[in-house]
């Protein structure tokens, strides 16, 4: 049948068949708007799931790391595993993804990003697939090792470093609660090797003095130990202004009073026996060429003058308790004492495993040799920490070499755990 020119005139003018064109026309582009929204709401979706997997890597690392120190190695793995583990169970094994993870040790931070391609429903065959991209930091902020507190709130140099000391705590924190514009100080040839040093008011120094420049304005540690019972003992004496003295002399003490100060002078050797030493009225005082080594040991000081001096030349190598109530306290000063200088001057005391609290006690170290480098863990918590001429005091934090237990409050922290996007 021929079709005229006419016919094809009347068509192309047809109301009807207008109508029907751009009803298809219509509905194509409705079904593709659709159909590109849904792709649109399942990449969204699919993101969001994502997120939630580097989000959940994240915080556990940063987690893990206030538990058991800044380990890089350590937090990388426990980062990716529990993204992985995460993100396995929203998609299983069949599609591709990437975990990639940064631990930033200065700024105890850790990031973990998920790479993913994007499968929508309806566009697969006609564009490419984009790739998804989620990123999460997990910040622990205010929290760390914390291992060295000067306690008083307002004196200049609550922590100070003179001469050539030095103070080497790389996986911990050193905190000033001075609100003094000097209340860190580390001037002269003396550095500060910390992973953070916090002060609740300024610092005295220069580039030179630390390895990271201090924080200023930081919140006020609490005394962590304020409501640790201390030990109790006999009102009675068991030794009274005992001096034990001689060249090649060796001895062995127990636990108990001593009143009126404890003396080992010259070449003495001395083996404490586990147990809790009460020095009460005197101090303890350990002289040149003398030695002291104790295991499972404590030192209580309570009443007048009472207090250590471990002069130099002489030997100290004693660890806390493991358990009991003294466990983890190497020497524990009564609170309700007068403030008293607590002066170690021995350079062989390369092993003091615990915690040393001085509430009320200046710690003056002045030596030149290293103090508790070869110890696992050394925490301190004293109403002022000064360091003179030339020792290099060392902060361990190998927590899990030593069954001697870091008091609660001290060593590895938790603190505000924040995530960033």
């Known amino acids: 049948m021929k079709v005229g020119s006419d016919s094809i005139f009347r068509f192309v003018n047809s109301r009807g068949g207008n109508f029907a064109i751009t009803f298809a026309l219509l509905l194509s582009l409705i079904l593709g708007v659709v159909a ?37 190695k350590i937090a990388v793995a ?30 105890r931070s850790v990031t973990v990003s998920i790479v993913q391609d994007h499968y929508p429903f309806f566009f697969s065959s006609m564009f490419p697939s984009p790739q998804i991209t989620v990123t999460a930091t997990a910040t622990a902020a205010g929290s760390t090792n ?51 040093a916090c002060s609740a008011g300024g610092y005295l120094g220069s580039g030179t003095n630390f390895r990271q420049m201090p924080i ?13 019972p201390p030990p109790t003992y006999s009102t009675s004496c ?45 101090p303890l005082i350990l002289g040149s060429n003398a030695s002291m080594y104790g295991r499972d040991v404590s030192f209580y000081f309570v009443g007048e003058d009472a ?12 660890e806390a308790p493991k358990s009991g109530p003294m ?6 000063q009564d609170r309700n004492s007068e403030t008293t200088n607590f002066l170690l001057r021995s350079n062989k005391a390369s092993n003091l495993l615990g915690t040393i609290y001085l509430p009320k006690g200046n710690f003056i170290i002045d030596t030149a040799g290293n103090v508790a480098d070869a110890s696992a863990y050394t925490v301190i918590v004293a109403k002022s920490l000064t360091l ?34």
């Open 36 to 72: 590109a929204a849904v792709d649109v709401f399942t990449y969204s979706g699919q993101k969001s799931a994502v997120q939630g997997s580097v989000d959940a890597g994240a915080l556990a690392a940063v987690s893990e790391a206030n538990l058991k120190g800044w380990d890089e």
């Open 78 to 107: 426990v980062a990716e595993n529990v993204a992985r583990e995460n993100y396995l169970k929203q998609y299983g094994s069949g599609s591709f993804f990437e975990v990639k993870t940064s631990v930033d040790r200065s700024a």
């Open 146 to 196: 914390v291992c060295v507190i000067g306690l008083n709130s307002s004196q200049s140099a609550t922590v100070g470093l003179n001469d050539e000391s030095q103070l080497t705590a790389p996986d911990c924190a050193v905190y000033s609660n001075s609100t003094a514009t000097d209340g860190l100080a580390s001037i002269e040839y003396s550095r500060l090797n910390a992973d953070l």
């Open 216 to 228: 200023t304005d930081c919140p006020p540690i609490e005394d962590p130990l304020k409501n640790r």
């Open 238 to 282: 068991d030794k009274s202004g005992l001096e034990i003295a001689g060249n090649g002399v060796t001895a062995t003490l127990s636990p108990g009073v001593y009143c009126d100060g404890l003396t080992f002078e010259r070449q003495t050797e001395i083996t404490l026996k586990p147990g809790v030493y009460i020095i009460k009225n005197g």
């Open 307 to 318: 207090y250590f001096s471990l002069k130099s030349g002489s030997t100290v190598d004693l």
């Open 327 to 332: 466990a983890g306290l190497l020497f524990f």
């Open 388 to 421: 003179i001429r030339k020792p290099n005091v060392v902060i361990n934090t190998n927590y899990d070499a030593t069954d001697v237990p870091v008091p609660l409050g001290l060593g590895p922290v938790s603190g505000d755990i924040r995530l960033k996007h």
